[in-house]
């Protein structure tokens, strides 16, 4: 287990090494300067912002020095809000976005996996043909579209819920119910497959012929294989709902990481940006690698040479 955590440790310092790379480069060649707007700054206070943030020294040079902060855990001082450093913005988005996507991926968990165990457990029913058919509704609509007819209903028809900002837990309800919906989909038509193919197997009619009764036979036999493709699923989950929160936390008014993005890529921002992609890949990689040591807890057959 040591030796799969250090290998993957490994990894995750090359692979933020080449994102940080390949961001670098392609926020310094793109045009604009984070200092044009409509009113031009006099040209000597232009020269002491570009003096700076280093803008002023060859490309070389402003490469090692960022990949240096970069190594002492600095992510810089935003080029906008220039009374902050990225660490500190991040330090303040984090939480919501956190909230918010936490929120998403239980619910989306819990719903699909319920739904997908239920339909399979009574599969041709009446059930199964209705929980599978919402289930396709909702790997065809994105969530900007679910995002819309939620906020038409429920805060215009049925004004239940505040259509957009943040502050109480009734402002996370309806963006975590967007932004999750089409992962319980998924997960839902996941788990009805695995559970199929589970309850086919021979040990499942051997539990059944010791007399168990079926809830038993589902949830203590079953279930445990069955949720190993919901597991596999999880690490791309965790990718769409952090991709998809930058729509989402748009679409409400949210002040999290995704939104924080958007804004650093319309006001040129590079160093909130290049902070955010970082953090990202991070992420990403650390529940990729947490969905993967979960293997060896699911199935015993797998090992840690395995994964």
């Given at each position: 287990?040591?030796?799969?955590?250090?290998?993957?440790?490994?990894?995750?310092?090359?692979?933020?090494?080449?994102?940080?790379?390949?961001?670098?480069?392609?926020?310094?060649?793109?045009?604009?300067?984070?200092?044009?707007?409509?009113?031009?700054?006099?040209a000597?206070?232009?020269?002491?912002?570009?003096?700076?943030?280093?803008?002023?020294?060859?490309?070389?040079?402003?490469?090692?020095?960022?990949?240096?902060?970069?190594?002492?855990?600095?992510?810089?001082?935003?080029?906008?809000?220039?009374?902050?450093?990225?660490?500190?913005?991040?330090?303040?988005?984090?939480?919501?976005?956190?909230?918010?996507?936490?929120?998403?991926?239980?619910?989306?968990?819990?719903v699909?996996?319920?739904?997908?165990?239920?339909?399979?457990?009574?599969?041709?029913?009446?059930?199964?043909?209705?929980?599978?058919?919402?289930?396709?509704?909702?790997i065809?609509?994105?969530?900007?579209?679910?995002?819309?007819?939620?906020?038409?209903?429920?805060?215009?028809?049925?004004?239940?819920?505040?259509?957009?900002?943040?502050?109480?837990?009734?402002?996370?309800?309806?963006?975590?119910?967007?932004l999750?919906?089409?992962?319980?989909?998924?997960?839902?038509?996941?788990?009805?497959?695995?559970?199929?193919?589970?309850?086919?197997?021979?040990?499942?009619?051997?539990?059944?012929?010791?007399?168990?009764?079926?809830?038993?036979?589902?949830?203590?036999?079953?279930?445990?294989?069955?949720?190993?493709?919901?597991?596999?699923?999880?690490?791309?989950?965790?990718?769409?709902?952090?991709?998809?929160?930058?729509?989402?936390?748009?679409?409400?008014?949210?002040?999290?990481?995704?939104?924080?993005?958007?804004?650093s890529?319309?006001?040129?921002?590079?160093?909130?940006?290049?902070?955010?992609?970082?953090?990202?890949?991070?992420?990403?990689?650390?529940?990729?690698?947490?969905?993967?040591?979960?293997?060896?807890?699911?199935?015993?057959?797998?090992?840690w040479?395995?994964?």
């Amino acid at each position: 287990m040591i030796g799969y955590f250090v290998k993957r440790g490994l990894w995750l310092l090359l692979t933020v090494w080449v994102v940080f790379t390949l961001t670098w480069l392609l926020a310094n060649a793109s045009p604009g300067s984070p200092f044009s707007s409509e009113r031009s700054l006099p040209a000597e206070i232009e020269a002491n912002l570009r003096r700076h943030y280093n803008l002023d020294k060859p490309a070389h040079v402003r490469y090692l020095l960022d990949l240096g902060n970069l190594l002492r855990g600095d992510l810089g001082v935003s080029s906008k809000q220039v009374d902050f450093t990225v660490n500190e913005l991040v330090s303040l988005c984090w939480p919501v976005s956190a909230a918010l996507g936490l929120a998403a991926l239980a619910w989306a968990a819990v719903v699909g996996l319920v739904a997908g165990v239920v339909s399979a457990a009574r599969r041709g029913s009446l059930a199964d043909y209705s929980l599978m058919s919402i289930a396709t509704v909702g790997i065809a609509l994105p969530n900007f579209v679910i995002a819309g007819f939620a906020i038409l209903l429920f805060s215009f028809l049925i004004p239940l819920l505040p259509p957009a900002g943040w502050g109480s837990p009734r402002y996370l309800l309806m963006p975590a119910f967007c932004l999750g919906a089409p992962y319980a989909a998924y997960i839902a038509r996941i788990s009805r497959t695995g559970m199929l193919d589970v309850l086919s197997q021979d040990y499942i009619r051997t539990a059944r012929a010791k007399g168990l009764s079926r809830r038993a036979v589902i949830l203590k036999h079953a279930l445990p294989t069955a949720v190993i493709p919901v597991v596999s699923f999880l690490g791309p989950a965790v990718a769409g709902i952090i991709t998809g929160s930058l729509v989402i936390e748009k679409l409400f008014a949210i002040p999290g990481i995704g939104y924080s993005f958007v804004q650093s890529a319309i006001d040129n921002d590079t160093p909130m940006a290049m902070g955010i992609v970082v953090l990202y890949t991070i992420l990403l990689f650390t529940m990729n690698t947490l969905v993967d040591a979960a293997y060896t807890w699911l199935d015993p057959r797998v090992s840690w040479e395995d994964v």
